[in-house]
């Protein structure tokens, strides 16, 4: 109690600041009358005026060092020291502009380019992607100059799905942003179509309700969609009773059929897009005009075959891309497939899992 | 021999601001050191500057309170009296203090008792 009573005595003493000096004042009064009186009382021994006064000083110790220990005892001295370095350190600063402008810059850009480094390898690096057996999905298509694989179109994709021998499926994904319009409040959604196959190709399945139908992925067929849970949860109050419901996107009904679990990430949408928040079939058939041998706006994806390597995977695609630049010249420049690995628990130093992925990074 | 005084125990000025209070009743800063010395029978060596800021710590406790007023000799001078919780302090450390001496003397074998 009596602790606390000195330290609001002393926090009060720091407040009242501007007190201090009446106060020390008070203090040097005090120690002047106990020198006089000291001095009084040594001469009144028979000591001389001079010595008296000298031993009287001597006894007391040093007024300044006194009212140093004094002023120190009135206030908070590392609270008023901190405070009197922080009235410094703001005053050179602002005193030299051009380096207070360097150093914050150079602060700044060091804790923004760490920021990203690590939220890069966060998310790159040290999670592994929540697919099952993730080291064997790789996107696939022409490799680009950098190493990329490169977009690819429907019909083209379809022929290499049904030929390869190497693959247990491959599916696809495109953009989409759908404006839902619910409770009277339109919102355009980041969003991704994709193969029926594409979340059981992953190895996730929905929280609640379905999976999309083969039947659901062809053209007019596939106004159906799934959920994130978060917008689940922001839009439609969390309620299972969502599936079945029909939602009205783009003056379109669509029908939900399913919620992903909360912990999936859209990663791979992520990579290309936005993080999908709703997802709908692709629908495409080998007739549409967006599907011809050259409408290269698809992501490939495929799961290698247990026991198959990445460079058996990629010579099978080859040879099927060869014989279709031999049936269509015109439609395939000379150029070549890669395999590009989605994920890898522990990348190998030799392959970057995820330059497909093309996170925004400091290089 | 001339025996060295010895320096006054850390936390034992207190005890001794507490108690001269307590016999004296109101007194100034000098008063306080005199009295200490005196009763001390001028074998400690009371640094008198270290006496000031702890009276302030002593005040800032609650312990004693502190009013302007004037000396013998007619001049302003600051003084301390004991407050309720200083009185209790005071109890409270003297028992504490008797509790070690005691136990000091039995450790000591009680040499320097005689």
Known sequence: MSRFREFVSRL???ARRRGRDRELNGLHDE?????????QQLRGEGMSPGAARREARNRLGGVTQVAEAYAEQRTLPRLESLLQDA??????LLRAPGFTIAALTTLALGIGANTAIFSMVNTVLLRPLPYRAPERLVMLGDREPDGRASNIDFTTFSDYRDRAQTFEGMALMRSWQPTLVAGGEAERLPAVRVSWNFFSMLGVSPALGRDFRREEDRPGQWRVVILSDALWRRRFGGDPAVIGRTIRMNDVNFEVVGVMPAGFEPLISGHFYAPAQIWAPVGYDVAERSACRGCQHL???GRIRTGVSR??????L???RGQLKRDYPAAYPPGEVTTVVLGDAIPGPSECRCSCCSAPSAS | MIQPKSDVLQGTLDLMVLKTLDTLGSMHGYGIAQRIQQASSQMLQLNQGTLYPALLRLEQKGWISATWGTSDNNRRAKYYSLTRAG???LAREAEDWRRVVDVMGRVLGDEGAS
């Open chain 1, 31 to 39: 120690l002047q009358f106990h020198l006089d009186m000291t001095e």
């Open chain 1, 87 to 92: 009235r410094y350190g703001i005053r050179m």
């Open chain 1, 12 to 14: 009060t003493g720091f």
């Open chain 1, 311 to 316: 460079e058996q995977a990629i010579a099978d």
């Open chain 1, 299 to 301: 992501k490939g994806f």
């Open chain 2, 87 to 89: 009185r209790r302090q």
């Open chain 1, 318 to 320: 080859n040879a099927i």
